[in-house]
């Protein structure tokens, strides 16, 4: 089973992000493609960004690498070097533990695919831009107080 057909895997845009900070991303449709393909070392999405949605909140992990191929469409990656558009082909790598919180936005008025590799993580995430702090599995403040 090397070619998956994406119309068999389940796509869904549920975040576990709290209250406002989920609206960014209701727009953003993804794939499990790991799981669906017996792959348990890292993990794998095919991610759809409508116009206007947000892969994610800015962010960086501890413990977590990430890399992400556009397949289709345009994308803004904003990370604390400013912001870069990205296009079909366009490569980019966040190491963990680097402190670059980045995030890819879609300003266009297509959609834009692209694959997201990386590994789950049992480390902190860290969301520069807004009040909120990934540890243990649970998002909280900043201080640590509960959402």
Same mark, same amino acid.
């Given at each position: 089973m090397p070619k998956l057909d994406l119309d068999t895997i389940p796509q869904s845009n549920a975040t576990g992000y709290p209250g406002d900070y989920a609206l960014p991303v209701q727009g953003r449709w993804y794939r499990r493609l790991a799981p669906?393909?017996?792959?348990d070392d890292f993990g794998v999405s095919h991610v759809v960004l409508k116009p206007g949605a947000w892969s994610s909140q800015r962010h960086w992990h501890e413990g977590e690498d990430e890399f992400v191929v556009m397949l289709s469409g345009e994308a803004v990656l904003v990370d *604390?070097?400013?912001?870069?558009?990205?296009?079909?082909?366009?490569?980019?790598?966040?190491?963990?533990? /680097?402190?670059?919180? &980045?995030?890819?936005?879609?300003?266009?008025?297509? *959609?834009?695919?692209?694959?997201?590799?990386?590994?789950?993580?049992?480390?902190?995430?860290?969301?520069? /831009?807004?009040?909120? &702090?990934?540890?243990?599995?649970?998002?909280?403040h900043k201080d640590g107080s509960s959402f």
């Open positions: 669906a393909s017996g792959i *604390d070097a400013g912001e870069t558009v990205m296009l079909p082909g366009d490569c980019a790598a966040f190491p963990k533990g /680097d402190g670059n919180g &980045h995030v890819l936005q879609n300003r266009s008025g297509a *959609d834009c695919a692209f694959i997201a590799v990386g590994r789950a993580s049992q480390t902190d995430c860290h969301y520069p /831009d807004i009040d909120m &702090h990934l540890t243990d599995g649970r998002f909280v």
